[in-house]
């Protein structure tokens, strides 16, 4: 008979892209759930996606309010429902009380899996404080698969994921893996040699390969929404052993983001990005962040990535 441990690991694993999802808002900023089925449509056909990460950092998770994250929780499961593989909801919120609350819901409103980032105002003292705190909020969802969001820059929690790995799956009988964030490679190599029964998804998406080189599972990301395709076909060249073409997509991804950030932009950007690219209009960002697009952003936009050929 399996233990309970065992059972917990008997749905299917994340494989290959999962795009993090923008949070579609009206010239208000008001939450735009209207066009959510048309964004699924377009990842699906498109973008060739199965699965999405949803109010996460890309999803501005952590400025929406509790019942705009549930509201958008429910409307990315129902238009996914027959489309797509699964959807995890990142539920993780400075209060632990809110983060319970929205794992539980994931779980009523048929979530694939939940996934937490680390509080970042009142930062947990130690490892174990932390795993601890991811306990409670696993616990409120245990028939979901748990995955930890690790990304340091935001959170400016640095404990390695590999320390952490080891005291999630004594203490965490839902852990399923981590959205690993970080561009510490020999952390992130460390714990799939290790702990290689876990699902271990790379998260930033300009150094991929490197993470497919020492066995990543998977990849959550924002550029996967409008450059999935493109991933997609290097995923296949890496694993069919074609490593010029591999490395040869990769450094056009590379390239397409140098030419971004050379601009100084980041999330709200890449939102407008988003917007122009699919023809789908996600809106503005949610203060505090603003975008910095001008009219002929676009324009040249579109023409790198058809230079780059990526578009």
Not at 61 to 80: I, P
Not at 137 to 162: D, E, M
Not at 190 to 200: A, G, T
Not at 248 to 270: I, R, S
């Amino acid at each position: 008979m399996k233990s309970a441990r065992m059972m917990s690991f008997a749905g299917k694993k994340l494989r290959g892209l999962v795009a993090a999802t923008f949070t579609p808002m009206t010239v208000n900023s008001d939450v735009n759930l209207s066009i959510i089925q048309q964004y699924v449509d377009y990842l699906v056909h498109t973008q060739k996606i199965k699965n999405i990460f949803v109010n996460g950092t890309t999803g501005e998770g952590m400025s929406l309010s509790v019942q705009e994250r549930k509201k958008l929780a429910e409307e990315w499961v129902k238009h996914t429902r027959g489309k797509m593989d699964s959807v995890v909801v990142h539920v993780g919120c400075l209060s632990l009380e809110d983060s319970k609350d929205l794992a539980a819901h994931a779980a009523t409103c048929g979530a694939g899996a939940i996934s937490a980032v680390a509080p970042s105002f009142i930062k947990p003292s130690s490892p174990d404080a932390l795993v601890a705190y991811l306990k409670e909020v696993a616990s409120a969802a245990p028939s979901l698969p748990f995955y930890y969001y690790h990304i340091p820059s935001l959170t400016g929690i640095r404990y390695k994921v590999y320390d952490l790995v080891g005291r999630m799956q004594l203490h965490i009988p839902s852990f399923r893996g981590v959205k690993f964030s970080d561009m510490n490679l020999m952390d992130f190599s460390m714990c799939v040699h290790q702990y290689n029964q876990f699902d271990f998804l790379y998260g930033v998406d300009e150094q991929l390969l490197g993470a497919l080189a020492f066995g990543a599972h998977g990849a959550v990301g924002s550029t996967y929404n409008y450059m999935g395709s493109t991933t997609n076909k290097m995923l296949k060249a890496f694993e069919e052993g074609n490593l010029k073409e591999a490395r040869d997509l990769q450094y056009k991804m590379q390239e397409f983001l140098t030419f971004v950030f050379a601009l100084d932009w980041g999330l709200p950007e890449f939102k407008n990005i988003m917007s122009h690219v699919s023809g789908i209009d996600l809106g503005p960002p949610r203060l505090p962040l603003f975008s910095s697009f001008k009219p002929e952003h676009p324009e040249k936009v579109k023409a790198e990535m058809k230079r780059l050929g990526i578009l």
